[in-house]
């Protein structure tokens, strides 16, 4: 069941312990409101609440969101809108001398807000995607300090989207990896970093429009042709049309290249530093064990030899010579035109 309170949340300054207002130099800030305040009450008992408000785009409303956000209530359904942010003030009270509350919140945003102003119906996961859609592209920098005095910099480019977990031998945790539309498995909506001095983005290996459908991701179990045998899928396969040209991913030297019962007639490329591709099914090769290919380079042709059911490339990615997901080596102009099918 999830809770959602609607009401006005204001900046309340209250003079120390029981002084003046006009006698202090200093008033502590803090955020309240009776519904924010069941808000936080509920979300301490665990359960699923959310605050729906209006607040002024300014400063002030981030500091308040960050707050509801640190008690584990969900602001993705808070509006901004013209106006300011309500203020209240407090004093105090002891013994005979009586608390007193002072409200300043005329032209508040929540007071100038129009029925039209909030979508009753709107999914709060678009107002968190948004959000999160903010660091698209961003560049992060960590720098780490060791017990030794040494330090470790790296810049991160940061791309957001749907994330799926994937499981693999090398990642028994599982690893968050882009999604590719048309999968439809569970997902949550985040940040991908990728490290721009160790990363090796590739080149999407089969020329033309029509080839961008992966027909059988990576990781999963399938049965061979002829049903004997089941066996992990260790790369991808790019649906297309027989005779299409099929492109190196990357520069390196061709180290193998011949005929497989399995993917047919196939070539490996080395790349240096452990990272290597595989190219099966092919139709032909046009390149020989010991040459020099650049990368988008034509090193053969989409075929359906091996065990092959239709004409598609088998494409295989290995560091040190453990396969590796081939969606995680794309960037995010590739991997955005991916789809499942």
């Not at 791309?159 to 994937?166: A, D, F, I, P, Q």
């Not at 033309?208 to 061979?224: F, H, K």
């Not at 011949?258 to 139709?283: A, F, K, M």
Request: aromatic share 8%.
């Amino acid at each position: 069941m999830k809770f959602l309170t609607f009401g006005e949340i204001m900046l309340r300054l209250k003079a120390p312990g029981m002084e003046r207002l006009l006698t202090n130099h200093y008033l502590e800030a803090t955020f309240g409101g009776g519904e924010a305040n069941v808000a936080v009450s509920l979300a301490n008992y665990g359960m699923d609440v959310g605050f729906l408000t209006v607040l002024p785009d300014n400063p002030i409303t981030d500091a308040c969101v960050r707050e509801l956000r640190g008690f584990g209530v969900d602001t993705s359904r808070i509006v901004t809108g013209d106006g300011r942010f309500g203020v209240y003030y407090v004093e105090g009270g002891a013994n005979q001398l009586p608390s007193r509350v002072v409200y300043d919140r005329a032209w508040s945003a929540i007071a100038m807000a129009k029925p039209g102003d909030i979508d009753w119906d709107r999914d709060p996961r678009v107002a968190n995607q948004e959000s999160i859609d903010r660091m698209d592209g961003a560049r992060l920098t960590v720098t780490v300090t060791f017990t030794d005095g040494s330090e470790q910099t790296k810049t991160y480019t940061l791309s957001t989207g749907r994330l799926k977990v994937e499981y693999d031998a090398n990642s028994p945790g599982g690893i968050l990896l882009p999604q590719l539309a048309g999968d439809e498995d569970p997902w949550l909506y985040g940040v991908y970093a990728v490290d721009e001095t160790a990363s090796r983005f590739l080149q999407w290996p089969v020329q033309g429009a029509n080839t961008i459908s992966l027909s059988n991701p990576y990781g999963t179990p399938r049965w061979q042709p002829g049903g004997k045998t089941c066996e992990t899928h260790t790369g991808i396969d790019i649906a297309a049309p027989e005779g299409e040209a099929v492109l190196a991913a990357a520069g390196g030297t061709v180290v193998e290249s011949g005929y497989d019962v399995e993917r047919g007639n196939y070539v490996v490329i080395d790349h240096g530093d452990g990272l290597s591709t595989l190219y099966g099914q092919c139709r032909d090769f046009t390149v020989e064990e010991g040459d020099t290919v650049r990368a988008g380079e034509m090193i053969g042709a989409v075929g359906k030899t091996g065990m092959a059911t239709g004409a598609h490339l088998h494409f295989e990615v290995r560091q040190d010579g453990e396969p590796q997901n081939p969606v995680a080596y794309f960037d995010s102009d590739v991997r955005d035109t991916l789809r499942m099918g």
